[in-house]
């Protein structure tokens, strides 16, 4: 085995044949790392993007966190409902894209399509610059290299995924378990002493600003928005169902219940301790900002070991984040490119039994954003969560729709249509509240993507329309071609060409250009080396076809030539036979020129139905 072939074997994993792919499928415990990876490290920054909103409002503003986050809780489980059902309706995956596009229509479901994949890209970068993020916060001499942490992450993560969905959750077990865990721990800590009567921060905080304004309906409204950022990522489970070992839809469901149940009590508890702690959200952008997961953990369990393990499972889990994106990406766009709205090569499994160039693709779109914004969350999160929001209206709506076409199920169509309708005014809210700020890149890129996705699909249309047949072959229309082969002297090349040209048909024409006025050598060797040989083998002697060329052309005058051969027969296909040199290293390439390659892109460009060519490679002895 070469050196090269065991180190892609060694970072990325032997290749899989596809009857192992049972074995690469998952239960629930690795399921919840590698789809709930996004969902449950929301619970860092979801509160914590509410509170800053409130900090206008001073201590005021905390007590408003509990009815807040109780709200988001009682929409995240409406969407959990409605995820459900859509595991049981459609346990091939897809999401909101298959939902939308089977009950609302392809338009629907080609915006669900570019919302969700524009959600998973930022998901990607916002993950990864968060946790860069939180890392340079607690190392501020690590600022200059932000791009390069992220860009370094993100390599890494691509390593990770591309061993398969198996090992990935093997890896991302650890740190994601660890932070669910001492987050409940510290939840359970800290609810005891509230229960107890005594929620004194055991080290100090910094006391909240006074109150410079007052809580209204708008500002409300978008504090709301702000904490529903810790609902992305909720609509990975019922996209990667197929990725669930038999039974598939149990399996997923249950992966789906423990994320959600974690992150509401996540969600809940964390608001709880802030109000009863009185923990409040700093400036971002100030001197002395400090996160609030950072401050509550100090208020309940100090500043011990507990503390630096909690941080740093937060730090970890934050940067992993994006491990979702991975997960679900390669999959939505498989489910597109089913549909003709992406190209097929998104169909193609890998050497893991992954469909690589999703991979690929994220991962070139995600470096280009954090290249682009310098890896800073703030620049990153206004473009944030509307994609996400969008895909659940639609596959709510989509599901109402569903229910009604099998007959009707009242309940359930409540249940729909009550979560179609919060999270289309929360998509509304995020849009206006965040537009200015940046979230009009998104919906413009989500407009862009639909007309690209449309452009895509007219093309399938348009070759399926001209290429399939719905008749038997006609055997009176095969007949032999006219081939035609280009030859510049008689060598090996030109041998090997011509002895395929004379097993093909009876009509070969072999062009040579004459770039000089002198008398050319291979004229003249014609009648001795092919013609005359030929003649007493009783073999068909091709015709030789000069072409002068006083400018030195020598492609031109014989495209020129075939597309005037091709006008002359009219039923008669073709062929054109180009001779080539094959060389063994890359470095020997540009030792010779390279007017076979131009020829054939030429003729492939200009040519039409009946012009067909063939390359003739004579590949050059190792020796």
Known sequence: MAISTRIVNLLFGRPLATSEERAEHIGPIAGIPIFGLDALSSAAYGPEAALTLL?????????????????????????????RQTIEAYPHGGGSYTVATENLGPNAGLLAAAALM????????????????????????????????????????????????????????????????????????GTWNVLAGHPHPVTPLPALPPATAVLGFWLMLKVFSSGCTAMTGVEAV????????????????????????????????????????????????????????????????????????????????????????????????????????????????????????????????????LTIFGGVTDRLIPLYAIGAFMAFTLSQAGMVMHWKRQGGAPFRMAMNGLGAFATGITTLVVLVAKFVEGAWITALLVALMIVAMRAVNKHYLRVARETDLDRPIVAAEVTKPVVVV??????????????????????????????????????????????????????????????????????????????????????????????????????????????????????????????????????????
């Open 55 to 83: 900090i206008p409002l001073g201590l005021a503003g905390v007590q408003y966190i509990v009815p807040i986050s109780t709200a988001i809780v009682v929409l995240l489980g409406i969407v959990y409902f409605s995820y």
């Open 118 to 189: 524009i959600d998973y890209i930022l998901t990607a970068a916002v993950g990864i610059s968060a946790g860069v993020g939180a890392l340079i916060s607690a190392v501020p001499s690590l600022q200059p290299h932000t791009l390069q942490l992220c860009l370094g992450v993100l390599l890494l993560l691509t390593i990770i995924n591309m061993r398969g969905v198996h090992d990935t959750g093997v890896v991302f077990m650890i740190p994601t378990y660890l932070f669910a865990g001492t987050l409940l721990i510290l939840i359970a800590v």
């Open 238 to 369: 019922s996209n990667g169902v197929m990725a669930f070992r038999d039974d598939t839809r149990k399996n997923a469901k249950i992966t789906l219940t423990i994320i959600i149940v974690l992150l509401a009590i996540l969600l809940i508890g964390i608001a709880v301790l802030c109000r009863a702690y009185g923990v409040g959200a700093t400036d971002p952008g100030g001197a002395h900002y400090e996160s609030v997961l950072s401050m509550l953990t100090r208020a309940v369990m100090g500043h011990g070991w507990f503390y630096y393990v909690t941080i740093g499972s937060v730090l970890l889990v934050l940067a992993l984040s994006a491990n979702t994106a991975f997960a679900d990406f390669p999959r939505l766009t498989r489910a597109i490119a089913l549909n003709n709205y992406l190209p097929h090569v998104f169909l193609l499994r890998g050497r893991r039994l992954l469909y690589s160039w999703g991979i690929y693709v994220l991962v070139a779109l995600t470096a280009l954003l």
């Open 486 to 623: 280009p030859i510049d002297r008689w060598s090996r090349i030109t041998e090997k060409a011509l002895s395929f040209a004379l097993s093909m048909s009876d009509d070969i024409r072999c062009v040579h250009v004459q770039i000089g006025e002198e008398t050319d050598p291979f004229c003249a060797e014609w009648e001795q080396n092919i013609a005359s040989p030929l003649r007493k083998a009783g073999k068909c002697v091709p015709k030789l076809i000069t072409l002068k060329s006083p400018y030195r052309y020598i492609l031109q005058p014989v495209v020129d030539y075939v597309l005037g051969v091709e006008k002359e027969t009219e039923y008669h296909k073709v062929c054109v036979l180009v001779p080539e040199l094959v060389v063994r290293h890359w470095w020997e390439g540009v030792l010779h020129n390279r007017r076979a390659d131009l020829l054939k892109v030429i003729l492939l460009l200009r040519g039409n139905r009946r012009i067909i060519v063939i390359n003739i490679p004579w590949y050059l002895d190792r020796a």
